[in-house]
């Protein structure tokens, strides 16, 4: 803030400088070698008292007259010149340091504000963008674990799936297989059954039939008579 | 004898056997004639049959019965065949002759067998049931192809089963 206030200083006093150093012979006097051998000459004349002719011939007036021919200073001015230059100068530099210089200073500090601000919202921006990105990253990390957490999960689903139908199938087939031999041995155990009570069946008829032929009335008398002795054999 | 109608004509039988003084031969009549008539399909099937005239099937009891039984006997038949209890008969006389042995203090014990038995048989079985059980029986023998040989004599719910047809039957038991 300060080297900008120098700056704003230096700069009206290099234009000044610059004025009086570089300023022209025309620009010093503002006469012509004319009007000044004129002046020199009615003022030589007042002092002789009106002697032109004497005037003319002192060499010293000669000198001063030929000092109209050199050129004036080309770095001073003439002095009201500088008084009224440095009058409006002031007034100018016043004006400047009063108003132009305050509003100049607020636009800048307004200006260093706005890119301060803009510096700030920029790092805040970076700030939280760099927070999106962590937690960005972050939500990606857990989206990673979480898929695959579901990945683990369906995975040893699937194996406990594959395990349990296996075990089922296993079951299932033990069962069928149990039952199989089951209605196997069942059939078996009726086939021999049914084949047994068939022989039985021909082997009585066969018996009956040789029972009925060899029962005549002897026969039958006796068992009647072995029945009657057997029920009183029997007591009760 | 849940029968209240059975009760009823086995009643009236053993009444009428009583007053007409012949009561064990009636009875014995009677008993034969159920199991003929248990035992022959034909004879069943006719007396049974309502669309024969009731005239018609007391007509056939008298010609079976004509000399073969009493005239008491006849009768009685013939009353329950024209009342068209014929298929009931065997009912009837079963527990008809149960009154009647029972009136003479006595059980009926009645025997199966493929052959009639002697006199001298039916006593000793008797002697031997009483002696058994100490009931005092009367036998009634039913033929019954069936028994094969030997004797099934039922004691009221008591069997006593000496069948050689029994003996198949075990052995065809122990067969299996």
């Not at chain 2, 019954?144 to 050689?164: F, K, M, W, Y």
Request: aromatic share 4%; proline share 2%.
């Amino acid at each position: 803030m300060s080297q900008r206030r120098n700056r704003l200083v230096a700069a009206p006093l290099i234009a000044v400088l610059g004025l009086v150093a570089l300023a022209g012979p025309a620009g010093a006097s503002g006469e012509s070698v004319g009007a000044c051998m004129a002046d020199h000459l009615l003022e030589l004349v007042e002092e002789e008292h009106g002697d032109l002719g004497h005037v003319l011939h002192d060499e010293k007036v000669q000198e001063n007259l030929e000092k109209c021919f050199e050129a004036p200073n080309p770095i001073l001015p003439e002095t009201n010149e500088i008084i009224w230059g440095a009058l409006s100068f002031f007034l100018l530099f016043f004006f400047m340091v009063k108003k132009g210089f305050p509003a100049v200073k607020g636009a800048m500090d307004a200006r260093a504000d706005r890119i301060r601000s803009d510096l700030d919202a920029a790092e805040q921006a970076k700030i939280d963008a760099k927070a999106v990105e962590a937690d960005y990253v972050s939500r990606l990390a857990d989206a990673k674990g979480e898929a695959s957490r579901l990945i683990d999960e369906a995975r040893g689903a699937a194996d406990r799936l594959r395990a349990d139908l296996a075990a089922r199938a296993e079951a299932d087939i033990a069962a069928l297989r149990e039952r199989a031999a089951a209605d196997i041995e069942s059939s078996r155990q009726q086939a021999i059954a049914d084949l047994r009570a068939e022989v039985a069946g021909i082997a009585l008829g066969a018996a009956e039939r040789v029972v009925q032929a060899s029962l005549d009335a002897e026969v039958h008398g006796h068992l009647i008579d072995a029945y009657i002795d057997e029920v009183a054999g029997s007591n009760g | 004898m849940a029968d209240p109608r059975v009760a009823g004509y086995a009643e009236a039988l053993f009444a009428v056997a009583v007053a007409e003084g012949d009561l064990v031969a009636v009875e014995d009549e009677l008993f034969r004639f159920a199991q003929a008539l248990l035992a022959n399909d034909d004879l069943r099937t006719t007396l049974t049959d309502q669309s024969v005239p009731a005239a018609r099937r007391q007509q056939v009891v008298e010609d079976l019965l004509d000399g073969k039984a009493s005239a008491t006997t006849s009768a009685l038949v013939s009353m329950v065949v024209a009342a068209g209890r014929a298929a009931e008969l065997p009912a009837i006389v079963d527990a008809m002759v149960e009154r009647s042995v029972a009136s003479r203090n006595r059980t009926v014990a009645t025997v199966r067998a493929a052959v009639d038995l002697t006199d001298d048989q039916r006593q000793r079985l008797a002697a031997a049931i009483h002696a058994s059980t100490g009931k005092e029986v009367e036998v009634k023998v039913v033929l019954d192809p069936s028994v094969l040989g030997g004797v099934v004599t039922e004691i009221g719910d008591d069997i006593i089963d000496g069948s050689v047809r029994r003996r198949l039957n075990q052995l065809r038991e122990s067969f299996r």
